[in-house]
C-alpha cells in the first residue's frame, strides 16, 4: 500500500495570503489529522476529520481550517498568513473503525515558509 | 488537560552503548503512550506503544519502553545502539476519550557517535 502523501512538499508565501495544504491517507483510512511542527512550540494538534465531519479540534485560531472529502482525502487551509505560521505541517491517517484508538501514520509533511 | 516533559532536549551516545531517553507525562485519566522517531527530512514513524496490559512494550529493531503508572514515565531503552539510530525521539500520550489526538513531547535528538 502506498503511504500517506502530502502535497506540495515545500511552499513559500508571503504575509496576508492564503494556503491550501492537500494530504491523501493510506488506502481505506478514515480519519486524518493534522498536527504542526515548529522548533519553539513542538508538535501540536490542529484537528482530525472522520467521515467528512471534524471530530477533534487543538488550540489554533480560525485562520486555521480543514475539510475531508468522500474519499478521506484532506485539505487544510490557512488564512492570512502570519511569519510564526512558518512550519512542517504533518498529516496523519489511521483506518479507524470504531471510536478506538488506531495507529496513525504520517506522511512526510509539507514545509511552509511564510515571508 | 494531558502534557508530556522530555527531560532531555539532546542526548549523545557512542555506538554500541545504551540509551535511555526519558518521557513523563501528566494526565488526569487513563492514558494511552507512544514514542514515535523521525528521521531527518520524513514525517514520524511509531516506535512502539502502550495500550493495556503488559507495562513492557517492545519494538521491532531493540528499542523498549516500560509504563510505570505511579512516576507517570514511559522511558525509552535500548542496549546497545547503532549509527542508523540517530534521528530525533518524541514521547505522545492521547487517552480513550480523544484517541486520535496525541499530544507529544519537546523531543529528545538523539546522536550516536563512532
Known amino acids: 500500500k502506498a503511504g500517506v502523501t502530502q502535497t506540495p512538499r515545500y511552499l513559500i508565501k508571503t504575509r496576508g495570503q492564503q494556503v491550501t495544504l492537500s494530504c491523501s491517507p493510506i488506502?481505506?483510512?478514515?480519519?486524518v489529522s493534522w498536527y504542526q511542527q515548529t522548533p519553539g512550540q513542538g508538535l501540536q494538534f490542529l484537528f482530525e476529520?472522520?467521515?467528512?465531519?471534524?471530530?477533534n479540534k487543538g488550540n489554533f485560531p480560525g485562520r486555521f481550517s480543514g475539510r475531508q472529502f468522500s474519499n478521506s482525502r484532506s485539505e487544510m487551509n490557512v488564512s492570512t498568513l502570519e511569519l510564526g505560521d512558518s512550519a512542517l505541517y504533518l498529516c496523519?491517517?489511521?483506518?479507524?473503525?470504531?471510536?478506538?484508538?488506531?495507529?496513525?501514520?504520517f506522511g512526510p509533511g509539507t514545509r511552509l515558509t511564510v515571508l | 488537560a494531558q502534557s508530556v516533559t522530555q527531560l532531555d532536549s539532546q542526548v549523545p551516545v557512542f555506538e554500541e552503548a545504551p540509551v535511555e531517553l526519558r518521557c513523563n507525562y501528566s494526565?488526569?485519566?487513563?492514558?494511552?503512550l507512544f514514542w514515535y522517531v523521525q528521521y531527518p527530512n520524513q514525517g514520524l514513524q511509531l516506535l512502539l506503544k502502550?495500550?493495556?496490559?503488559?507495562?513492557l512494550v517492545e519494538s521491532i529493531n531493540g528499542f523498549e519502553a516500560e509504563f510505570n503508572k505511579s512516576q507517570t514515565s514511559f522511558h525509552l531503552r535500548k542496549p546497545s545502539v547503532h549509527i542508523s539510530d540517530t534521528a530525533e525521539y518524541f514521547c505522545?500520550?492521547?487517552?480513550?476519550?480523544?484517541?486520535?489526538?496525541?499530544?507529544f513531547g519537546q523531543g529528545t535528538r538523539l546522536t550516536i557517535n563512532p
Open positions: 496523519a491517517s489511521s483506518p479507524i473503525s470504531s471510536g478506538s484508538l488506531d495507529e496513525q501514520f
Open positions: 488506502s481505506g483510512h478514515r480519519s
Open positions: 476529520y472522520f467521515s467528512e465531519t471534524q471530530r
Open positions: 494526565s488526569s485519566v487513563s492514558v494511552y
Open positions: 502502550y495500550l493495556s496490559g503488559s507495562t
Open positions: 505522545a500520550v492521547s487517552n480513550p476519550q480523544g484517541a486520535q489526538k496525541l499530544v
